[in-house]
């Protein structure tokens, strides 16, 4: 593959391959004058002032994706967006116009003619043709740019770059030159296909297959692809996360229950993982109970209130199935962490101007970059500026409303519970005494 340098290596290489069919067709001589080959923007070609010399412009006037390799090495990253599976090809076609310019009768017609001969007779830039141009004539010193698009990978990349001509109709011509805003001349559309730019990012390459499960000791082959004529899986998998007290979101010092199949074996453990925080943390599971093909239970212990931040969590649970040796992971299921406040219900006396300053303690900490609030009844109020991390939020609230209010700790969208669902069989829901009363 190319690197971000390759189209600039196809610009060079054309222009080289139409400056040699210049010379071969000796049009100096023919013109008079020096012929050239530039690759400015048309409307820099010539300025107001000077006499119009005889030359031929490429300019690079579009740039679009490669429909056939567009959608090439797909996904490039993992679910978590962090590891890198492959380098995917950003694949380019390039639109070239290529105009001539003169001041003498015919010459323009000449110059056109020959550049049209020449692209036609290289319907493809071959890798020689491409080294050759980006190697300095007489064996001299390259420029640091040259050097730089010989190193672009242009010539190696895995498939050829192809020029086909793209036939502009009137209204194509004239749409481009007005863009432009430059006097029209005579041009031909070429397309240049296709230019595969990748990166050079280290990816994740897995280890060769050795079996496909265990080897029979009778036929000395490995097991193959067995088909179970049933819907239950044939690995370790999770269905749900299931906090305590039917609460939808579970809090640190909580139990909480996964439910799957296949859960049965030895050292399990689960794997909470959060990729804005870029956590993932190893918690052992609970000592196993009759239901453990069904069940995993571990405990969100307070020594993780620093480690683990309110938020979303992917878990899975790893675990090494009987008559195993290599552990095996679940798919993950969602768990959320909300903040729990910790000294509530709490009472508060207003001063002489009536606002109320407290303090609220609550787990997990606040990390850096978190977004917190504290909701009163259906007010909101923002804590006073603190060093994070903490695991404590002043708030003074000027003109505090007196009254008895529930409390809410929102961290990231995220609000700490505050409907009591424990009751079984299900009641009527009530709230949780979480309150603040201001006096």
Excluded: C
């Amino acid at each position: 593959m190319s690197s971000a340098l390759a189209i600039a290596a196809v610009t060079a290489v054309l222009r080289d391959l139409l400056n040699d069919g210049l010379i071969r067709a000796n049009l100096s001589g023919v013109l008079g004058s020096a012929a050239t080959v530039s690759v400015l923007a048309p409307d820099r070609v010539v300025s107001g002032s000077a006499s119009e010399t005889s030359q031929l412009n490429l300019f690079l006037y579009a740039v679009t994706p490669n429909l056939g390799w567009r959608n090439d090495a797909l996904p490039s990253r993992d679910v978590s967006g962090r590891t890198r599976l492959s380098n995917p090809p950003l694949a380019l076609d390039l639109h070239y116009l290529v105009s001539a310019y003169s001041g003498g009768d015919l010459h323009a017609d000449m110059l056109l003619g020959v550049a049209m001969q020449v692209l036609h007779e290289t319907p493809v830039l071959t890798r020689e043709r491409i080294r050759a141009a980006l190697t300095p004539a007489g064996g001299g010193a390259a420029t640091p740019a040259l050097r730089a698009l010989a190193a672009s990978g242009l010539a190696d990349q895995v498939e050829l770059v192809k020029l086909t001509p793209e036939y502009l109709t009137g209204e194509d011509s004239s749409k481009i030159w007005s863009a432009i805003q430059s006097h029209f001349r005579p041009t031909a559309g070429y397309l240049a296909s296709v230019v595969l730019i990748e990166a050079s990012e280290p990816t994740r390459s897995p280890l060769p297959v050795l079996s496909r499960g265990t080897v029979d000791p009778v036929s000395g082959r490995d097991r193959g692809v067995v088909v179970t004529p049933t819907l239950a899986p044939p690995a370790p998998m999770l269905t749900l996360a299931v906090p305590p007290l039917r609460q939808p979101v579970a809090r640190i010092g909580d139990v909480i229950e996964l439910q799957g199949q296949r859960l049965e074996g030895s050292a399990r453990e689960v794997v909470l993982s959060h990729d804005r925080h870029d956590i993932d943390q190893v918690v052992p599971a609970m000592a196993a109970t009759p239901d453990a093909a069904t069940h995993v239970r571990f405990v969100l212990d307070a020594s993780l209130a620093e480690a683990l931040p309110a938020g979303m969590y992917r878990v899975r649970v790893r675990v090494t199935p009987p008559a195993e040796s290599r552990p095996r992971s679940t798919n993950d299921v969602a768990l959320v962490l909300a903040p729990h406040i910790a000294n509530l219900p709490m009472t508060v006396t207003r001063d002489a101007a009536g606002s109320a300053a407290f303090a609220i303690d609550f787990m997990p900490a606040l990390r850096a970059g978190q977004q917190a609030v504290l909701v009163l009844g259906s007010a909101q109020y923002l804590p006073l500026e603190s060093t994070l991390p903490t695991r404590t939020l002043r708030f003074l609230i000027p003109d505090a409303p007196v009254g008895n209010h529930l409390a809410r700790l929102r961290i990231d969208g995220i609000d700490s519970p505050i409907v009591d669902l424990s009751a079984d069989p299900p009641a009527t829901p009530t709230f949780l005494d979480q309150r603040v009363a201001i006096q």
